[in-house]
């Protein structure tokens, strides 16, 4: 059975002090691993997809890293407006399409 | 991107009650997803509702709980049936993205339910 597991499962940082959120995934052949980031009383938006171990992507403060059994998504300097949570989902090669998500990292940037 | 709108954005229900969601899209897609996300729980696919078909329901739901219509290719409705507290979760629909990355999603804002 699929899984995810995203550490840890609430963060808190000082603005610019810079972190990582992991995401532990077992899957039968990964097609795909997604980060998402969720604002209170919004739905998930899309942030990075990253297809094989090695891959980087990067978004203003943000880097996402893959390897075979993890995904990092680090925060570098990161500011009030960064306090979110976020979502990790693994698609699996050859089955469904549809994504199994983790929990979600919930951070929170103080000023 | 797609945006999506749904409502009622929230909720309160009694028990043994049924409350239907609505979801539009600004543009027509195939395929449109419904989640639920409990309270410190991931979130969970309900089903997939195709325009013209029935939906396809994921395992530990079926369709007497949560009926889901899909009359066009911009909407689409979710019943929660027969409400118990245990349905208390935000419900939300989505659609794929189009274009050359459609492994990803786009989300609707959700509909946050509570049942008394």
């Known amino acids: 059975e699929d899984q995810v597991t995203q550490s840890p499962e609430a963060l808190r940082l000082q603005e610019g002090e810079s972190s990582s959120l992991n995401c532990s995934y077992t899957?039968?052949?990964?097609?795909?691993l997604f980060w998402y980031r969720q604002d209170p009383g919004k739905g998930p938006e899309f942030l990075f997809t990253l297809y094989s171990a090695g891959e980087e992507k990067e978004k203003e403060r943000l880097k996402a890293t893959l390897t075979k059994k993890e995904s990092f998504l680090h925060i570098t300097a990161p500011k009030p407006e960064d306090s979110a949570t976020y979502l990790c989902a693994v698609q699996k090669k050859g089955g469904s399409y549809i994504p199994t998500f983790g929990r979600g990292t919930s951070l929170i940037v103080h000023p | 991107s797609a945006v999506i709108s749904q409502k009622p954005s929230r909720d309160i229900c009694q028990r043994g009650t049924s409350l239907t969601i609505q979801c539009q899209v600004d543009?027509?897609?195939?395929?449109m997803f419904w989640y639920r996300q409990q309270p410190g729980q991931s979130l969970t696919l309900i089903a997939t509702?195709?325009?013209?078909?029935?939906?396809?329901?994921e395992s530990g739901f079926v369709i007497d709980k949560f009926p889901i219509s899909r009359p066009n290719l911009t909407f689409s409705t979710l019943t929660v049936s027969n409400m118990s507290p245990e349905d208390s979760s935000i419900y939300l629909c989505s659609v794929p993205a189009s274009g050359a990355n459609t492994d990803t999603q786009y989300f609707g804002p959700g509909t946050r339910l509570t049942v008394l």
């Open positions: 543009s027509q897609v195939t395929m």
């Open positions: 899957v039968s052949g990964l097609r795909g």
């Open positions: 509702a195709n325009q013209g078909s029935e939906a396809t329901y």
